[in-house]
């Protein structure tokens, strides 16, 4: 077993993207642009397909400078459309309100707002341009569970899930992703000097290799698994209760 070519892997989801958003009668996509190669790899995806027929938004919100800085310079190598939201102001009055009916965001809770709030200024844009909005998250995360129920989960096509992050940096190479975008540090963006590897306790290389290959130190292992079990209800569809 081995990684996927990038160029294979660009030439499926195009075609896949294509064929996805005709069947929906859309004109393209729609993606939150932040800084990171996975969002990168999805925006120049729409972009070669559908042309100005799609849109990325930069949604910063309490957000490091460079993320909306290496969204720009994205947005710029790649003439993809784009626009800013600030959801920042938002997301201090919505604090305010719950604090106000005594209800004080832990960390975790307050990050995953910023990210359900960024789907619904998402949706809110592609549904005004019948469009569809694309998650970016990849397999790796997937399978970790290393995403935000109805935050970054929530979306029309998932069309990096199949994908392992190295594969994901793979496809970016083709697309001409700028290198400094592929060789960022992954982050969530959740809290000041957060990072993806350094939250899962563990680097994507190692994550990627033991998902393809089921090899990993015990420590690495034990950790993704753990993951795996805690996370099993984002991948879940929402239980139902049935009256027989």
């Given amino acids: 077993m081995s990684f996927r070519d990038g160029e294979r892997i660009v030439e499926c989801v195009e075609e896949w993207l294509r064929a996805e958003v005709e069947k929906a009668g859309a004109k393209g996509i729609a ?3 932040s ?13 070669r397909v ?3 027929d799609m849109l990325a938004l930069i949604l910063p919100c309490h957000s490091a400078s460079v993320d909306a800085e290496d969204a720009l310079l994205t947005a710029e ?24 009916a005594k209800v004080t965001l832990s960390r975790m809770a307050g990050a995953n707002l910023k990210a359900r709030l960024r789907m619904s200024t998402l949706y809110a844009a592609a549904q005004t341009e019948n469009l569809l909005v694309c998650g970016t998250s990849n397999r790796s995360e997937y399978e970790t569970g290393y995403f935000t129920k109805y935050g970054d989960s929530a979306s029309d096509l998932w069309p990096l899930a199949d994908l392992f992050k190295t594969e994901v940096r793979a496809a970016a190479r083709v697309l001409d992703v700028p ?14 000097g957060q990072t993806d590897e350094g939250e899962m306790g563990f680097s994507y290389e190692d ?15 034990d950790r993704i698994e753990e993951l795996r079990r805690r996370s099993g209800h984002k991948r879940r569809p929402v239980p139902v209760c049935r009256i027989l």
């Fill in 31 to 33: 993606v939150g642009l």
């Fill in 35 to 47: 800084g990171g190669v996975d969002s990168a790899v999805v925006a120049a995806l729409g972009r």
């Fill in 50 to 52: 559908f042309g100005h």
């Fill in 77 to 100: 190598a790649l003439d993809i459309p784009c626009r800013t939201v600030d959801l920042t102001a938002a997301f201090d009055a919505l604090s305010g309100e719950l604090e106000r």
């Fill in 179 to 192: 290198e400094r975008i592929i060789v960022k540090a992954p982050t969530a963006g959740l809290w000041e």
């Fill in 207 to 221: 994550l990627d290799r033991y998902l393809l290959t089921g090899e990993a130190e015990p420590r690495v292992r």
